[in-house]
């Protein structure tokens, strides 16, 4: 069955410091890949997606997720975190094939900024 | 203007009521979604549309209906609503292909079920 896993429920890291949320699916083939971050009381916004071509994406507000194949793992990135990055982040992924429509979206990582 | 609006934002009732969330769009977009969002389980599919005439169950559509009342309007109903179906209902749109699969997301609407 199709899933995707963020392992850490919570991360809190200081202002300035680097960040790697990860994000692991399981699928048959390479799906299409999507990053989005939910401020406090806010809806979900897009932050990065992969659907093909270069395996390092880079997206707003900083951030970047590099895509490995070999570890069906997709991991977000920001070298220097600020306090307006306290959020909640979400991996998703959809099948990538034509009519495709489902996201499938991982459990979520908020990260708490230290200042 | 927010290109996916949801109404109401935030909603109390009483178990046993019927309620109704709406959701419109702007962006010309012919497939829209319903999501709840719960603590600790990201967000779970309960209907999709991709068209007025195309109505979909996703994974938890059980005492969830829809309506599809135009291209721009999708709404959600809760027939008899009951405290396990308090949650935060997100809804999104996306292009058909080749544009699709990036959804965009109204602001959410916070329902507490008592």
């Known amino acids: 069955a199709q899933s995707v896993t963020q392992p850490d429920i919570h991360i809190t890291v200081s202002e300035g410091a680097s960040l790697e949320l990860r994000c692991n699916y399981s699928?048959?083939?390479?799906?299409?890949l999507f990053w989005y971050v939910q401020s406090p009381g806010q809806g979900l916004q897009l932050l990065l997606k992969?659907?093909?071509?270069?395996?390092l994406v880079q997206g707003i507000k900083g951030f970047e997720a590099e895509f490995k194949r070999s570890q069906s793992s997709f991991n977000l990135r920001k070298p220097s975190v600020h306090w307006s990055d306290a959020a909640e982040y979400f991996c998703?992924?959809?099948?990538?094939?034509?009519?495709?429509?489902?996201?499938?979206f991982g459990t979520g990582t908020r990260l708490k900024v230290l200042a | 203007d927010a290109d996916v609006t949801q109404t109401p934002r935030n909603r109390i009732t009483k178990t046993g009521k019927r309620i109704m969330l709406e959701c419109s769009q702007t962006?010309?977009?012919?497939?829209m979604y319903w999501y709840r969002q719960d603590p600790g389980l990201g967000l779970r599919l309960i209907y999709y549309?991709?068209?007025?005439?195309?109505?979909n169950k996703g994974e938890i559509s059980d005492g969830y209906s829809v309506s599809r009342q135009a291209q721009a309007k999708f709404s959600l109903s809760l027939e008899s609503a009951i405290p396990n179906q308090t949650a935060l209902y997100f809804c999104?749109?996306?292009?058909?292909?080749?544009?699709?699969?990036?959804?965009?997301f109204g602001p959410g609407t916070r329902l507490t079920v008592l």
């Open positions: 962006k010309g977009h012919d497939r």
């Open positions: 992969y659907f093909s071509g270069d395996t």
């Open positions: 699928y048959g083939a390479t799906p299409y």
């Open positions: 549309s991709f068209d007025v005439k195309d109505i």
């Open positions: 999104a749109t996306s292009d058909r292909q080749p544009f699709g699969n990036e959804q965009f």
């Open positions: 998703a992924v959809a099948p990538a094939a034509s009519g495709t429509y489902k996201y499938i």
